[in-house]
């Protein structure tokens, strides 16, 4: 049973920096993709950064140069660097992940079979 777990949320500045971490237990596909997915409250679930078995990244515009999506695979772990961190970045953050199909969807709709429970992330003026 896939099991995603995320960690390092919390509370922080403007300008100040994060970095959110997601294990991933018995998600073993050679072709998948991994995401960040956030949700503030009061709005819709949105796409923040994803990452694919070949490597490829993507990100939402508003987070391209501050925002970092990375993997270790060894670790079996997804990372996001959250640098220059705005309030409107606060939110619920979500690591997400999809196997073999998830070139059927864009990365940012949020199609996704496994999610974790999430990671508050809050970021004061």
């Known amino acids: 049973q896939v099991q995603l777990v995320e960690s390092g949320g919390g509370s922080v500045q403007a300008g100040g920096s994060l970095t959110l971490s997601c294990v991933a237990s018995s998600f073993t596909y050679n072709n998948y993709r991994m995401a960040w997915v956030r949700q503030a409250p009061g709005k819709e679930r949105e796409g923040v950064a994803a990452i694919e078995s070949d490597g490829t990244t993507s990100y939402a515009d508003d987070v391209k140069g501050r925002f970092t999506i990375s993997q270790d695979n060894s670790e079996n772990t997804l990372y996001l660097q959250m640098n220059s961190l705005k309030p409107e970045d606060t939110a619920m953050y979500y690591c997400?992940?999809?196997?073999?199909?998830?070139?059927?969807?864009?990365?940012?709709?949020?199609?996704?079979?496994?999610w974790g429970p999430g990671t508050q992330v809050t970021v004061s003026s």
């Open positions: 997400a992940a999809e196997g073999p199909y998830y070139a059927d969807y864009s990365w940012a709709a949020g199609v996704y079979s496994y």
